[in-house]
C-alpha cells in the first residue's frame, strides 16, 4: 500500500524524535517548549491568506500541520495520545456541532434538509458550544462562566470573546453609542491617572480603555485585530510617505523638526484622499 504523504510526516517526526538515529533537538523538545512555535506559525498562515499568496499558504499551512504532528508524537510518546486520537475528536466535534448536516453516527442528512442561513447556523454553533461547556463545569471545581477562553490569544482578541461571552449572559450594553459614551469615560479616567503620574493606575486605566474600545468594535460588527492591523498598516505606509517627502526635499528624517514631518504627514494623507 502506497504510503500518504500525512503518514510518511507522521513516521518522519517518529524518526526525528528517535533517542539514538533522530534529531537531537527534535528529541529534546517538549510540548512546552514548543508553545510559542504554534502561535507564530498560526500568525504567519493568517499573513499568507491577507497577503493572498498561494504557495506561500501551502508552505505556512504546513509549517503549522508539523506543529500539530509534533504535539501529536509527544504525546503519544507519552501515552496519553496521538494523532488518530486527535483527528477522531476533531471529527466528532464537527458532527455534534452540525446537527443540521449529520445524524449523530455521522451520515449525511437527506439533500433539502433544512440547512439554515448562515447567522442561524452560527447561533446554533454557539449554543452547543456553551451546552458543552456547561457539561463540563459540572462539579465543584467548575472553571466559571468565561472559563476556556486561552490567555494567550492576542489580548485585543481575548477581550472581544470575553466581552461576547459575557454578553450570553445577558451583561451588555444595548446598543453601540453606549460604549462610545463608556470609551469617552475610560479616556477620561486615562487622563486623570496621567495628571496624577501614578504608573500603575495609569496602566490599569489604559487597559480599561482597550478593552471598551474592543467591545465598541463587537458591537460595530468590527473585528478589533482585523481593524488595529490595518491602523498600523496605515501607519506604515503614511511613515514611509512621510519620510520620502521630507528627504525629497534634501532633508534627513532623523534630522527633521517635528513641524517639518507633521507638514510632510499631512501631505500624504491629502494624496491618500485624492482631489475634493
Same mark, same amino acid.
Given at each position: 500500500m502506497t504510503e500518504t504523504?500525512? !503518514? !510518511?510526516?507522521? #513516521?518522519?517526526?517518529?524518526?526525528?524524535r528517535d533517542p539514538e538515529r533522530g534529531c537531537a533537538w527534535d528529541a529534546a523538545q517538549t510540548s512546552a517548549s514548543l508553545a510559542r512555535y504554534a502561535v507564530e506559525e498560526a500568525h504567519e498562515v493568517v499573513d499568507a491568506i491577507e497577503r493572498g499568496d498561494p504557495d506561500d499558504l501551502r508552505e505556512e499551512l504546513g509549517d503549522l500541520l508539523l506543529q500539530v504532528v509534533f504535539h501529536a508524537r509527544i504525546a503519544e510518546e507519552a501515552g496519553a495520545f496521538g494523532l488518530d486520537d486527535v483527528?477522531?475528536?476533531?471529527?466528532?466535534?464537527?458532527? !455534534? #456541532?452540525h446537527p443540521h448536516v449529520f445524524e449523530a453516527d455521522g451520515t449525511l442528512l437527506p439533500a433539502g434538509g433544512p440547512r439554515r442561513d448562515p447567522a442561524a447556523v452560527a447561533a446554533q454553533w454557539e449554543a452547543i458550544k456553551a451546552a458543552e461547556r456547561a457539561g463540563?463545569?459540572?462539579?465543584?471545581?467548575?472553571?466559571?462562566?468565561?472559563?476556556?477562553?486561552? !490567555?494567550?490569544?492576542?489580548a485585543l482578541t481575548r477581550?472581544?470573546?470575553?466581552? *461576547? *461571552?459575557?454578553?450570553?449572559?445577558?451583561?451588555?450594553?444595548?446598543?453601540?453609542?453606549?460604549v462610545v459614551a463608556k470609551v469617552r469615560e475610560e479616556t477620561?479616567?486615562?487622563?486623570?491617572?496621567?495628571?496624577?503620574?501614578d504608573p500603575a493606575a495609569l496602566e490599569e486605566e489604559?487597559?480599561?480603555?482597550?478593552?471598551s474600545v474592543a467591545n465598541l468594535a463587537r458591537h460595530a460588527g468590527i473585528d478589533p485585530e482585523a481593524a488595529l492591523r490595518a491602523g498600523n498598516?496605515?501607519?506604515?505606509r503614511r511613515f514611509a510617505g512621510m519620510a520620502r517627502r521630507v528627504e525629497a526635499g534634501g532633508g534627513r528624517l532623523a534630522g527633521s523638526d517635528l513641524a517639518a514631518m507633521e507638514a510632510a504627514w499631512a501631505a500624504v494623507k491629502r494624496a491618500e484622499r485624492g482631489p475634493a
Open positions: 504523504a500525512l !503518514r !510518511r510526516l507522521v #513516521r518522519l517526526m517518529a524518526e526525528l483527528a477522531e475528536a476533531i471529527t466528532a466535534k464537527l458532527i !455534534r #456541532r463540563k463545569s459540572s462539579g465543584a471545581a467548575a472553571p466559571g462562566h468565561l472559563a476556556g477562553i486561552a !490567555r494567550t490569544l492576542p477581550a472581544e470573546k470575553i466581552s *461576547r *461571552r459575557a454578553a450570553e449572559y445577558g451583561f451588555d450594553w444595548t446598543e453601540a453609542a453606549e477620561d479616567e486615562v487622563a486623570d491617572a496621567l495628571t496624577a503620574g489604559i487597559g480599561d480603555l482597550l478593552f498598516d496605515k501607519f506604515v
